[in-house]
């Protein structure tokens, strides 16, 4: 049970390139999230999804699309990335609505870094 | 939007200490988690707090929800090493489609002198 895995975990692009995070999960969460996390400015939430097929703009969406064609992988593409989107990013996953099923979990991140 | 305010944003005590972090926010919240990332690591969950006035413990850990529930506070007892890393709280809200977005504080880094 490998939890959330994330890749790739390291990347550099040059100002304009596009790329592709993929995030997995074998827990069978319905819900899954990306995130940013930026120094001195917690986490924030770029987009999520409440299961296969769907998915919703989180607090900073732009320059970022998502797609969830499988319930387990959630996918955070970048068309023409700017170096404000130099940053770690986190997708978690969460087993799916009720009081007592509320816990995310996290990966292990992607570090990114646009010149 | 609404914020949740964390403070202090830096905290370093002697092993052996102890150390508190406060979650503030102008409105009321619905819950509270909290989240522990170690230095290159990702965030753990630690706990949620739903009740007003509500106290947890785990260890050496005190979780506290205000009786107005517009604040939370974690307190360690006697840090030690492995305490390490970055606390964070963040508001559990709903959003369309029954998900649940979090909110998170920048949270308060913590270091342990040995």
């Known amino acids: 049970n490998a939890g959330v895995t994330q890749t790739p975990k390291f990347r550099v692009l040059k100002t304009g390139q596009s790329m592709t995070l993929l995030c997995a999960q074998d827990?069978?969460?319905?819900?899954m999230y990306w995130y940013r996390q930026d120094p001195g400015m917690g986490l924030r939430l770029i987009h999520y999804?409440?299961?296969?097929?769907?998915?919703a703009k989180g607090e900073v969406p732009d320059g970022y699309n998502v797609s969830r064609l499988k319930k387990q992988n959630f996918l955070l593409g970048l068309e023409s990335a700017a170096p404000s989107q130099t940053s770690v990013y986190f997708c978690a996953s969460q087993l799916g609505s009720g009081k007592t099923y509320n816990e995310q979990f996290f990966g292990p991140g992607t570090r990114l870094t646009v010149l | 939007g609404q914020q949740v305010m964390q403070i202090p944003q830096y905290q370093h005590v002697q092993e052996g200490e102890d150390f508190t972090t406060y979650c503030n926010s102008s409105?009321?919240?619905?819950?509270i988690q909290w989240y522990k990332q170690r230095p290159g690591g990702h965030p753990v969950f630690l706990i949620q707090l739903v009740k007003s006035g509500e106290v947890k413990k785990q260890k050496r850990l005190t979780f506290q929800f205000g009786e107005a529930k517009k604040n939370s506070s974690l307190h360690i007892t006697a840090t030690q090493t492995t305490d390490v890393g970055t606390y964070f709280c963040a508001e559990l809200r709903f959003s369309s489609g029954s998900a649940r977005q979090l909110t998170f504080g920048s949270g308060t880094q913590l270091t342990v002198l040995p």
């Open positions: 999804s409440v299961g296969e097929g769907t998915t």
């Open positions: 827990m069978n969460h319905e819900y």
């Open positions: 409105t009321t919240l619905s819950n």
